[in-house]
């Protein structure tokens, strides 16, 4: 655990950071900040997608995933939580569900729990209590979340509580995981985390399409299943 909270004290940092420097860098400083980094996570989450043995994998993965979901209700949930933390700790409540501080929250919990580094370094910090992979996380997450608050607002630090709920629980569980998991059954989630980043870079941060990307989170569970569905048969 002790990466985990490493982690959430540097979204919080960075976060503090991004909103006190956020008033003094013009709009349109920060618009072309968030294309930025809408361009740097296509291009990692297509980078974690060529990780793939077998893409029709990860497409099973994506259209189950999303099915859960959308019954779920995931991102309906995430929505709901960033609209009770506004009310609770935003002065821009009467903004609404497209207000800034839902839409940092969001894109922010998901960017930060998508992800080999999150995965393989809350594994590793439960196991061995080795938190190197998860402070490397720490280091990007805190500068993004520099990035992210100067735009997007306090929403963005909101997302460290699904941080800890998320890599906590993993690190948690961490016994159990590493007994289940293979090479092949982590390639092909981290190839589904990667066109899942895709699609929050599309829909959230390029802001080219809506899409409910949280929806498809399911579909991290189901790529590691489908592997090992698939070698029941081998």
Known sequence: MTGTFINVATILIGGTIGLFFGSRIPERFKSTVIAGMGLFTAAMGLQMFLKSGNPLIVLGALIIGALLGEWIGIEDWLQSLGETLEKRFSQDAETGASSRFVRGFMVSSLLFCIGPMA????????LTGDYNLLAVKSTLDGFASIAF????GIGVMFSSVIILIYQGGISLLAGQ???IVTEAMMNEM???GGV???GLAVSNL???KKIRVGNFLPALAVAPLIVWVLGLFK
Request: aromatic share 0%; charged share 10%; net charge negative.
């Open 149 to 152: 608050a100067s735009t997007l």
């Open 177 to 179: 995981l590493s007994a």
């Open 206 to 208: 390029l802001e080219i």
């Open 119 to 126: 995965i393989l370094g809350s594994i590793q910090d439960g």
């Open 190 to 192: 981290t190839a589904t």
């Open 196 to 198: 899942i980043l895709v």
